[in-house]
């Protein structure tokens, strides 16, 4: 069964960094694409960035660009998404999605909360 | 990318079907056959419905179809049922992008 695990919800201040992750099993980690995809309150969905695990290319959409950093350790199965250093305007779910590079994404983390608040 | 356009709210009865629309261009939906619709209940991850237009995942309700006409993709829920009410967005591929491109999502009311 394809899953996609994500790290827990999180309360930071603004200034600081952070670092979520989403751990998939059931299906070779390295042979599809996973991104991340943002949901601010009440609003639709985000693509933030892509990244394949099996040579680490990596994509962002051009309004996260130099906003967010996207990364994969393959042996432990795991993409990360971090900031350097959040904002109030962070604020939101976060989701990680399974993507074969050209359909859209078949299998989603249960998304990671992310709340930035002084 | 331009987000494809979809109606911001639709609604229906129990029983009855509804349509909810999913326009771009031909770089995206009228010139690929990789239109995609997910359903979000509140709290929710999205849930893949239709992939490939019209393909259902397995254990997705037959009740659910999906079509495209041009640069206009439709889903298509039959037999409304209190369930359905949940948040629609579609997704395609496009030239723009390797990571696809969004609808703003659309409110699914059950009257």
């Known amino acids: 069964e394809v899953q996609l695990v994500q790290s827990g919800a999180e309360v930071k201040k603004p200034g600081e960094s952070l670092k979520i992750s989403c751990k998939g099993s059931?299906?070779?980690?390295?042979?599809?694409?996973i991104g991340w995809v943002r949901q601010m309150p009440g609003k639709g969905l985000e693509w933030m960035g892509i990244?394949?695990?099996?040579?680490?290319?990596?994509r962002y959409s051009p309004s996260f660009q130099g906003q967010v950093t996207i990364s994969a350790d393959k042996s432990i199965s795991t993409a990360y998404l971090q900031w350097s250093s959040l904002k109030a305007s962070d604020t939101a779910m976060y989701y990680c999605?399974?993507?074969?590079?050209?359909?859209?994404?078949?299998?989603w983390g249960q998304g990671t909360l992310v709340t930035v608040s002084s | 990318q331009s987000a494809l356009t979809q109606p911001a709210s639709v609604s229906g009865s129990p029983g009855q079907s509804i349509t909810i629309s999913c326009t771009g261009t031909?770089?995206?939906?009228?010139?690929?056959?990789?239109v995609s619709w997910y359903q979000q209940h509140p709290g929710k991850a999205p849930k893949l419905m239709i992939y490939?237009?019209?393909n259902r995942p397995s254990g997705v309700s037959n009740r659910f179809s999906g079509s495209k006409s041009g640069n206009t993709a439709s889903l298509t829920i039959s037999g409304l049922q209190a369930e359905d009410e949940a948040d629609y967005y579609c997704?395609?591929?496009?030239?723009?992008?390797?990571?696809?491109?969004f609808g703003g999502g659309t409110k699914l009311t059950v009257l």
């Open positions: 999605a399974r993507h074969d590079g050209i359909r859209s994404p078949d299998y």
């Open positions: 059931g299906y070779s980690f390295i042979s599809y694409w």
């Open positions: 990244i394949y695990p099996g040579d680490s290319d990596t």
């Open positions: 490939d237009v019209s």
């Open positions: 031909s770089s995206d939906v009228g010139g690929y056959n990789y």
């Open positions: 997704s395609s591929y496009t030239t723009s992008s390797t990571l696809g491109v």
